[in-house]
């Protein structure tokens, strides 16, 4: 599949039966869809929280991007570029050993998500792409999945520090400071 555009409400169109992808403001999304991205990543267990609480950081996110389902619009697939609580931001740097500096404010790449019947055709990398695109700051992405990180590294971000252990698994510190 190809990359997912950058341009903020851009729709791309590809093969029939592929999911087409979609990126730009949360806030562009009708009510409906912006419903069903908030239930996608909390279903997916991308963060802890009801589908309610989730919409409402959701409304502040930078940008999102989608896949959809051709045939009936159905949103399959979401990531953001979010700003995560100070706390977790620094949290994430002391676990990993790193300083902070450079992104004391940095927003994150964070809830990519599949649908449970989607995973496994490869959509998570178009997702990270799309949002690596509209990066213009310093920021930062934690994961414990190894094709997060391989999909972090191909879309220009970095590892740094150590790993550590995290509720779901052992995590990385990624981060991308863009030219």
């Not at 790449?109 to 599949?114: A, H, P």
Request: glycine letters at 8%.
């Amino acid at each position: 599949m190809t990359g997912i555009a950058a341009n903020p409400g851009t729709r791309v169109t590809s093969m029939a039966d592929d999911p087409y992808p979609w990126s730009g403001d949360f806030n562009a999304l009708d009510p409906t869809d912006q419903h069903a991205v908030a239930e996608l990543v909390v279903k997916g267990k991308a963060v802890t929280g009801t589908v309610d609480e989730l919409l409402t950081r959701l409304k502040r996110t930078r940008c999102v991007a989608l896949l959809r389902e051709a045939d009936t619009n159905r949103i399959v697939a979401a990531a953001a570029w979010k700003t995560p609580a100070a706390t977790y931001r620094r949290k994430s740097f002391a676990a990993a050993s790193v300083p902070i500096t450079g992104f004391e404010a940095a927003p994150e790449l964070g809830y990519v998500v599949i649908a449970s019947d989607m995973r496994g055709r490869h959509l998570s990398g178009g997702l990270v792409d799309a949002i690596a695109h509209h990066i213009t700051e310093p920021t930062f992405a934690t994961t414990s999945s190894n094709t997060i990180r391989n999909n972090l590294q191909r879309s220009g971000f970095t590892r740094v520090g150590g790993d550590w252990e995290g509720k779901d698994g052992t995590l990385s510190l990624w981060t991308i400071v863009p030219g």
